[in-house]
């Protein structure tokens, strides 16, 4: 194979200008080393040329004045047919018994051409892997192709996996890629012999840190040096680094403070190839310190790749820490750590030639080394310090009284952190808190204690809580040795909250009549006191993540209206009371119930779903239907776009509109998981209109056919500008429950491993 095009090609490039200078040194001498190779690396390079090697018993086939033809390794193909088998490793066997067969030239195969260098040395390379080994099961495999690499990676579908099969699959998979990287070298020979391609690879294990230079740029111009283009160029170049042994790297950033950190999880030398190519030698055989060696010169290299391309990818860097660790069966080691600058890496030359040792203990990289061998160290700093993790981060939205700057609050709809809340519960579960610490056996200390959280009416329902707890000490209902009880009366303890509580359970033991009762005899004195109905420049809502409230700030929200947190427990009620109104055959009153579910809850699909089912059970399919089309258009979850298809679907078969409901299913397979496809699939067959695989539409017909339907394709094109907007503006103010909301969501959408990749990169809440 020529010059490859495509993913693999940059690495490819880099190497072939590295070569001059990586292969200078190896052949210099170069008749010396032919008379110095070892010599079982020396009869198999002459068995691949059809001589006779120093020492080698002749046979018919060296007898012979011309060698037979030579077949070629494809690496395309072979990775083609291993990403649409179900048994790649019965493949990869099926490939390494072919190839050996061939080069013994036996009885059943002495038509067939001899295998080519490179399809004995991935052979040679797979069977060392541990292929054929029976001393640990392997386990299940899909291939995957990363669309960044265009590399191989081998994807375990086994819930558990013994230590000793996952250095197994890292050396099978290592073998595949160093196979592509060596093919995709522009000049590549193909008919290259076994000296050719060890010393190609060492020139590719030693060339990686290069890339952080060439990689070329991550972010879009306009992402700024905030905490998202940070963290965008971090991730990526995680995923775009064309490695042969997978890269696995968690981060934090911290792009206020100019800082980001790294743990790299490092290579085992057992997976380091069994051969080597040693300058002056030639091939030899790999003793277990010269894998330790090799092992540890790529692991200092990663070092050295990953930190060199954080400042190139994110100019709000000045300082990297680096950690490189070491899982094995039975420990967690550190290798190597410290901290590097801008400065400390500036000028380095990244080629093969480099000493990474050097380099990085120049830069005051904290290491230990025997005889070119990493040992183990202390690590001498976290992911987790506050350097990278700041906790202010994961302070409650709900009581923040931070402002934000004018471009983020037009990008969240927002003039403070505090118009982003979601949990009206909020203070009343910070309060109590700190109410567990504070609370004694004492009644009369622990009403004191609670008289010191009342608002004096700033916040009703938080006063309410209170009397209501000191009114339970007083009386008796409520323990004073309990400070759990206490603080779960004072969080939730309320009539609408107890009621769905009690609701739910009857609900799941099939009690529906009991169940309605339930939440409606609660819900009857909250609405006839009209406590949130909207007015007076006032809009009571509830909202079940962060991103539908930043959504209904830009896109819903009345000017000139501020909106209030209603009680979750009201949406729940209503919600709960219409379903079981439904059930009993009441359409009317369930459809009203439903109505003010979605009316509080503006993005809630389930409400919107409910409501659309209430209005077919009144006949009204076009109100039905407006209530899916209306759910579309804020539509920006997964489960909720696909629900909403199938949803569309039903009421599209009902309107006699066949092409338009194929059209739906067709659009919500893109979206929904496989167990609510298989449910949704279900109803639809029980309904009569079960998917025709032969009458599916293409996926460009099938938006056709919704746009002249006038159903939405979700996620529009607003939606998507507005929750990007979001996304960013949240990480960049370090609005970390808001932040990580549209991170969850981004990444389940896209399935996009650079979003999954930020996403991990956010750090948990801290304890607090």
Known sequence: MGAAKGPLSGLGRLVSALAGRGRAAAEKGAEAEDTQVAPAAASREAGEKGEVAPGAP??????????????????????????GSREPLGRLRGFVTDVEGRATRDASRQDALLPCGRERHLARRLREAGLFDDDVELPGLRVIQPRMTGLVYLRVTDRELPYLAKLRVMALEAALNEALLSQAMPGADPAAGERDLIRDERL?????????????????????????????ALAYGIEAFQLPFRLKADFRVNAAAGAAAFELALVPPRVMPGEAWVDELGVVAATGQMRRQMASDYNLRLGLLVAVWAFEGAPALNEVWVAGTLDTATSHECLYWGRLTRSDLDGIDLGPGLDPAEALRAAGVTMELDDG?????????????????????YDAPETSDRELPAEAARALGASCVADLGIDEACRRTKAADELTRGITGSTEGNVRLLMSL?????????????????????????????????????????????????GTSRMMAKDVAGAGSAVL????????????????????????????RVLY????????????????????????????????????????????????????????????????????????????????????DPEAIGMGYIRMAQLQWERDRP????????????????????????????????????????AEEARAA??????????????????????RASLDQEIFPVARDFMSNLGTMSRDDVYFGILRSLEDAPDR
């Not at 294990?205 to 905030?226: F, K, N």
């Not at 029980?686 to 695989?693: F, N, Q, T």
């Not at 339907?709 to 607003?718: F, G, S, W």
């Open 706 to 727: 919704l746009l002249e339907a006038d159903v939405p394709l979700a996620p529009t094109k607003r939606v998507s500008e507005v929750f990007f907007e979001g996304l």
């Open 659 to 698: 092409h338009v409901a194929r059209a739906c299913l067709q659009r919500a397979r893109e979206y929904v998981p496989g167990p609510l496809w298989a449910a949704g699939m279900q109803v639809m067959a029980i309904m009569g209109h079960a998917l025709d695989p032969e009458g599916e539409p293409t």
């Open 373 to 393: 061998a990493l040992l183990p160290v202390r690590q001498g700093f976290s992911l987790e310090d506050e350097l990278f993790c700041p906790p202010a981060r």
């Open 204 to 232: 590719l294990r030693r060339s990686i840190a290069e890339q952080a230079r060439t990689l070329g740029p991550a972010t879009e111009p306009d992402d700024g040096c905030g905490e998202w283009g940070s963290r965008r």
């Open 454 to 502: 009342l608002t004096d009416g700033a916040d009703p329902t938080m006063d309410a809580a209170c009397r209501r707890v000191m009114e339970g000490l007083i009386e008796g209902t409520l323990p004073d040795d309990d400070p759990f009880a206490v603080a779960e009366e004072l969080a939730h303890g309320d009539a609408l909250s107890r009621a769905v509580e009690l």
């Open 521 to 548: 005899d609660a819900l009857a004195p909250v609405e006839d006191a009209g406590t949130y109905a909207d007015g007076d420049g006032v809009a009571w809502r509830a909202f079940g993540s962060y991103v539908d």
């Open 58 to 83: 002749a046979t018919a086939e060296t007898e012979t004045e011309a060698a037979p033809s030579e077949s070629a390794l494809d690496m395309a193909v072979l990775v083609r047919e291993l990403l």
């Open 553 to 636: 700030n830009r896109l819903m929200a009345g000017a000139g209206t501020r909106t209030r947190l209603a009680p979750a427990a009201l949406y729940q009620a209503r919600l709960i009371a219409s379903q079981t109104e439904l059930i009993q055959g009441n359409a009317e009153s369930a459809r009203g119930l439903a109505a003010g579910a979605a009316h509080l809850a503006p993005l809630s699909a389930e409400a919107a779903l409910q409501l659309s089912n209430c209005l077919s059970a009144l006949g009204d399919n076009d109100g039905a239907t407006e209530a899916v089309r209306r759910m579309l258009a804020y539509a920006h």
